[in-house]
């Protein structure tokens, strides 16, 4: 079982940043992936970023050279720096974790980008 407890979301302007972090209850060397989803009102969650447990990562198209995220195995942590964000960036953010072949989800942070 892995529970995960995200943090770091709000109310920013546009043009502004906000930083997600994602807190494993467990170890998460041995994860092979980690990920933040989004999901607007009305709309379909949606992959936002990836990382894998050797450090190799994805990401949506909207999210490339505005978005960053990182695993800190050591902090069992998984976090998302989010740069020039735009009004449409306004979400519920959700970690995701796939470990022994089973997902998990974290219960999801609000961001809300004002324009």
């Given amino acids: 079982q892995v529970q995960l407890v995200e943090s770091g979301g709000g109310l920013v302007q546009t043009g502004g940043s906000l930083r997600l972090s994602c807190k494993a209850s467990v170890s998460i060397t041995?994860?092979?992936?980690?990920?933040?989803?989004?999901?607007?009102?009305?709309?379909?969650?949606?992959l936002v970023a990836s990382v894998t447990a050797d450090f190799s990562t994805n990401y949506a198209d909207y999210a490339k050279g505005r978005f960053t995220i990182s695993r800190d195995n050591?902090?069992?942590t998984v976090s998302l720096q989010m740069n020039s964000l735009k009004y449409e960036d306004t979400a519920v953010y959700f970690c995701y974790a796939k470990a022994s072949g089973l997902n998990y989800w974290g219960q999801g942070t609000q961001v809300i980008v004002s324009s």
């Fill in 30 to 46: 041995g994860i092979a992936t980690l990920a933040w989803y989004r999901q607007a009102p009305g709309e379909q969650r949606e």
């Fill in 74 to 76: 050591a902090k069992n």
